[in-house]
């Protein structure tokens, strides 16, 4: 597959690749992905700080969709479920949960409670199914999704079709050209765009332009919130993981006690914290919480 692709900044206003590959090449590339990730990758554990880490990043999404659901409302659709945590969370909580991936070894690693839950295969054959079977559900999460796929677009609507009336999408992406990025590589503590990673992520999304798709595909934006933008480790020369790798396990280490300290203090007060850094444009992540419209 060509990774010489350019990159254009789009009518929504995010950046993506002019010519993305086509659905064969891109199945052919992660088909390898998956066997690399199954011999290699997932075999790793994870240290305590990162479960608690991914135990509050759900417990905050959590808190911010109960703002907007009834008490009733518990079947979560989980696209791209990975490892299972999201979906060991909210199993946990008593909801009906479903998870789409295509391949379940992360989950049989981490969270095997979890693999009776999940539908194995091409996700998109699996939303097309549930729409066909009128399917609905009250939450559904795209987790690090979106910017994989070539049609975003057409996603973002059919997730518009399997969500009940009074749901919430939540979408987790990547904050990519952002105004910290953007100043690093002004200021020269950068020398390139390290962040676009090709094939593999064929959309670079900002949080105007994420809320701009996601208006077109018959959403509306509730709530959005970020985590401990890293990348502030790259304007210290002692911390800079991208002039030297060697930096780069204890600035990952930092950013999970960061986060999981001011999560201890208060979640509601973390939530607002991590939603002032996301109105700013920064955060190394967007999580947009959507409402749907009440006509497409």
């Not at 490892?83 to 199993?91: A, M, P, Q, V």
């Not at 910017?147 to 975003?152: D, Y």
């Not at 939530?271 to 002032?276: G, K, L, Q, S």
């Given at each position: 597959m060509n990774k010489n692709l350019k990159i254009i900044k789009n009518k929504f206003g995010y950046c993506e690749v002019e010519k993305k590959p086509s659905q064969a090449e891109l199945g052919e590339f992660y088909s390898k992905k998956y066997y690399q990730e199954s011999m290699g990758a997932y075999q790793n554990e994870y240290s305590a700080d990162e479960i608690r880490y991914f135990d509050n990043k759900n417990q905050e999404k959590h808190f911010v969709i109960q703002k907007y659901l009834a008490s009733t409302a518990k079947s979560f659709l989980d696209v791209g479920c990975?490892?299972?945590?999201?979906?060991?969370?909210?199993?946990r909580l008593g909801w009906t949960v479903t998870g789409l991936d295509f391949s379940d070894f992360g989950c049989r690693r981490h969270n095997p409670d979890c693999l009776e839950n999940i539908v194995v295969g091409d996700f998109a054959d699996s939303i097309q199914k549930f729409i066909h079977l009128n399917r609905q559900f009250d939450v559904i999460c795209l987790d690090n999704v979106l910017?994989?796929?070539?049609?975003?677009l057409k996603l973002l609507k059919q997730c518009?079709?399997?969500i009940n009336p009074d749901g919430?999408?939540?979408v987790e992406v990547p904050n990519d050209f952002s105004v910290l990025q953007r100043y690093l590589l002004e200021k020269k503590y950068l020398e390139n765009e390290f962040w676009v990673v090709l094939p593999d992520h064929l959309s670079y999304f900002n949080k105007d332009g994420l809320n701009n798709l996601a208006n077109a595909a018959g959403w509306e934006s509730a709530f959005v919130i970020t985590e401990h933008p890293v990348d502030f480790n790259l304007l210290n020369e002692n911390t800079n993981y991208y002039k030297d790798k060697s930096k780069g396990a204890s600035c990952h280490k930092a950013r999970l006690e960061i986060d999981n300290l001011i999560h201890a203090i208060s979640v509601e007060k973390a939530?607002?914290?991590?939603?002032?850094l996301a109105e700013l444009g920064l955060g190394r992540q967007i999580v947009a919480f959507l409402r749907p419209k009440e006509t497409l």
């Open positions: 990975g490892e299972g945590w999201t979906l060991k969370y909210f199993k910017e994989h796929v070539t049609e975003p518009r079709q399997l919430v999408l939540v939530i607002n914290y991590f939603h002032a």
